[in-house]
Structures are given as structure tokens and as C-alpha cells.
């Protein structure tokens, strides 16, 4: 009996099997929300169509697919005069009499492969960079070989499914570095925007405007990579230009809040007190007593 997940690949006597494929052009096509046991692939063609995983919408398009776990409620969308062409494979894992190595086998010795099978999402949307969909034309070409009642071909099946998901797990992988790139590039503007305007009232919308994306993403994706919020690392700056405007300047401490925009003193001097536990009076005379000491 099937289990379907690939959270089960773990069990080391379960193997693929294909249950369902087929190539179709949808157009003003409206899928019910269903689930099955079958782990599925849709792979688009040509053409564009919307897919609702879990509630979520889905755009995908040309040489785009999804791969969605056996269970995961799901539907299609395909607008009227807008045709999409896919290309479906529906698979289970099942108990199997093979020689040959399981998925769990073979993960043993593919980290893309494993990482893939462990990371039990929900579903994986990518883009085709590694030869996606020959993969799969060429398991659909040997699928219908099996037509021949004569013929056992279940090891090419066996090894062509499994090319496909060492596929799939470098398409996930290359996806998740280039995002990892881009995150990278984004903090760097932020960052930036950051150490050269402290000295001004800085709001998300001005950071979003600078990275183009939504506030609420972007505070995400800093807080994910840095530990601290956007805020929290705006106010470190503030707090190291005060304390070095306190300790190697004359300003006053009444106007050194202005010069790293926090106008009100007294907000400032409460801030300063909890990031560096003492306040900016107390450190000036501390520093101006260690100048003194020094020149005697």
C-alpha cells in the first residue's frame, strides 16, 4: 500500500511509483480543492495558470513547476483565453521486492536529495534551471513502454524518477543561494541607507522604497540574517556616534541627540541608559576626567 509523503521516504523499503501522467492544455479551467495520496509535479509548458495550495495562491508560468506533497489540499486555475499546457506526474511510495537502492538509499549519498526529502514543506515552487522537464518527458517515454506486458522495465522507471529529484533538489538548492544573494545585496542597501542617515527621522517606508520591497518582507528578511530588528540596529548606530560625540567632542550633551536624529533629549538619555548603562552626562564627566588624568 502506498504512503504517499515524502516525509516517509525514510522507510528504507519504500519505492516509487508512478499512478497518474499526462500532457494537457487547460483553458477557462476551474479545479475543485481536492487532495490525494500521490505526490504530484505540474510542470508548465507554455502559458501561465494560478495554483491555491492550502489557500495560498500561486502564479506559475512558462518552465515553472510545483512539486506538492501527497495530502496537501490544492487546485488549478487556468483563465478563459489564456490556455496553459502542463505536463502532471502523480507518484507514491510503496513497498516494493527490488535489489536495487531506495530513495532513501540513494539520499544517503546526495545532500541535494536529502534535503529535499527532509525539509517536509508542503509543496516547492521552482523554476526549471537544470533540465527539469526533459527529465520528465524522458520518464513519461518509458512510462508508456511498460504498455508492454512482457517487459519489466521498473529499473529504468526507478532511475529516471530518481535523476528527476536529484533535479528538483539542485533547482531548490540553486534557488534558496540565489535568494540567500539577493537577501545579501538588500541588507547591504539597508546598512547602508542606515550608517549615512542616522541623523534624520528614518521610517520602513524609506527603506522600502530604497529595496522594493514590502516593509513587513523586509523586516522579515533582517531580522532572519542579522539577530536584531531593523530599529534595534538603527539605534546601535545612534547609540556608538553619540558615544563618540560625547567622549572626543565639545557639543553639548542637550544637542547631541539632534545630531543622531533623536530630537527628544529625554528619549534619547533613556535610550542611551539602556544600551550602555550609564547616561550621557556621566560618561562625559568619566571622560573628561580620564583626559585629565592623562595630561597631567
Partial sequence: ??????SHFSDGRLYPKVTAYYFREWNGFHMPSHSHAAIEIMYVISGECLVEVKKEKLNL???QFILIDSQIPHKLIVNKDQPCRM???EFILTEMQRTFPTLYELAQENEELHELLTNKQSYYLL???NEVFQSLRNLVLELDKRWNKDKDNYLMVHILISQ???LIARNLLETKQDSNQQTGIYLKKVMEYLHENYDYEIKMDHLSAITHLHPNYLHRIFKESTGCTII????KIRIEKAKMLITQTDIPIT???SFVGMNSSQYFSKVFKKYTGTTPTALRRASTYAKGMWTK
Fill in 87 to 89: 505536463l502532471n506526474i
Fill in 164 to 166: 528527476l529529484l536529484v
Fill in 232 to 235: 534595534d540596529y538603527l539605534t
Fill in 127 to 129: 523554476r526549471d534551471r
Fill in 1 to 6: 500500500m502506498g504512503k504517499g509523503s515524502l
Fill in 61 to 63: 508560468k512558462k518552465s
Fill in 255 to 257: 544637542k547631541i541627540s
